[in-house]
């Protein structure tokens, strides 16, 4: 009989002891459903582009999460394809025909309602730095939705503002974002 207590005693000693590594053990996020929406403002009117084609992935470890979002260019959508082949043309997205995303997030983040992210974003051949920038986060369910607005600027990118009737494009492209991600 006191074996067999002893026995259960480490086998409860060793569940809490190994409970910790279960947590701390790499976990995968992927991105659900996205959908991101650039801004263009010129003098003469107002567009968006739409895409609902963002895939993603993030990996979890020793307390840091990767991710890693990408969107085709010609997948965005501002419900003229004239303006739409002209934007794919602009940003050179033939040569270039993905935009992505990068950023490292603390795995403790989940657990907030905002946090402020740095990205890393690849598009028409450039890279773009942007800090601290503030995101949403509503937990529903396993999974997690986050909203948010990236300040982007056509110079960010190196690209020339196109015009219309001569008067370019306003340099400011905020970039809305709605994401929601689930562990895989």
Avoid at 83 to 91: A, C, E, G, N, S
Avoid at 112 to 141: C, H, M, N, R, W
């Amino acid at each position: 009989m006191t074996t067999l207590m002893t026995m259960r005693t480490v086998a409860v000693c060793l569940l809490f002891a190994l409970a910790p590594l279960a947590r701390a053990a790499d976990s995968q996020w992927i991105l659900q459903q996205g959908t991101l929406t650039y801004h263009v403002s010129h003098p003469l009117h107002q567009s968006e582009g739409v895409s609902h084609e963002a895939r993603g992935k993030g990996i979890c470890h020793a307390g840091q999460c990767d991710f890693l979002i990408a969107v085709p260019v010609k997948s965005f959508d501002s419900g003229d394809s004239n303006r739409d082949l002209h934007m794919i043309q602009v940003t050179r997205g033939a040569q270039f025909p993905m935009v992505t995303v990068r950023t490292r997030l603390p795995e403790s983040a989940s657990a907030s309602a905002t946090v402020q992210a740095d990205l890393e974003i690849q598009f028409a051949g450039q890279t773009a730095q942007y800090k601290k920038v503030p995101f949403q986060l509503v937990t529903q369910g396993n999974q997690i939705r986050i909203t948010g607005t990236i300040a982007a600027t056509l110079t960010d990118f190196n690209i020339d503002p196109p015009t219309l009737l001569t008067m370019p494009v306003k340099n400011d492209i905020p970039i809305r974002v709605d994401l929601t991600w689930r562990p895989q």
